[in-house]
């Protein structure tokens, strides 16, 4: 069944299905290898690309990541990338093959990605609950300053 979306008086639009498969093997101390795996389809159209990421870890939460990727029949990609504690920027090289060339007159590619990952929020234990308390820790140019603080307790049987 084709499943598709409606915006109004009749437009439409298909919807993408993506399936993603990948690892990360530890090869030493402060190295991975990332094989990965991936098939997309949206309406008529389909791609499937497979590569391999290597990682160095460096300390400090830094990374140094180099790889290759294959779309069969499409193109390949290389890639280098940077890692410094939550930012990553990368630099990648898409060379066309087989029909795609054939089609458009810009062939390759050089592309740069930009990444920031935000720190996740601590958790909270099921077993536990968080009581707010406000405590008065400073006095400051004369005005007593008030700081909001959170503990946490166990919960009660």
């Avoid at 919807?15 to 290898?33: M, P, Q, W």
């Avoid at 499409?74 to 029909?99: E, Q």
């Avoid at 536990?128 to 919960?155: F, I």
């Amino acid at each position: 069944p084709v499943t598709i979306w409606r915006f109004g008086e009749g437009s439409q639009s298909d919807i993408k299905h993506v399936f993603l498969a990948g690892a990360d093997i530890r090869t030493g101390e402060s190295s991975l290898v990332k094989p990965s795996l991936y098939h997309m389809e949206m309406g008529p159209f389909s791609e499937t690309g497979i590569g391999v990421l290597g990682t160095f870890e460096s300390g400090n939460n830094n990374e140094i990541q180099s790889g290759m990727f294959v779309k069969p029949g499409k193109s390949f990609v290389v890639y280098a990338g940077y890692r410094l504690d939550r930012f990553l920027v990368g630099m990648s090289y898409d060379v066309m093959t087989g029909g795609v060339r054939q089609r458009g007159k810009g062939y390759n590619a050089f592309e740069l990605s930009i990444s920031f990952t935000p720190k996740a929020k601590p958790r909270v234990e099921k077993n536990e609950k968080t009581v707010p308390t406000t405590k008065q820790t400073s006095q400051h140019r004369g005005n007593l300053t008030s700081h909001r603080q959170t503990k946490t307790y166990p919960k009660a049987p």
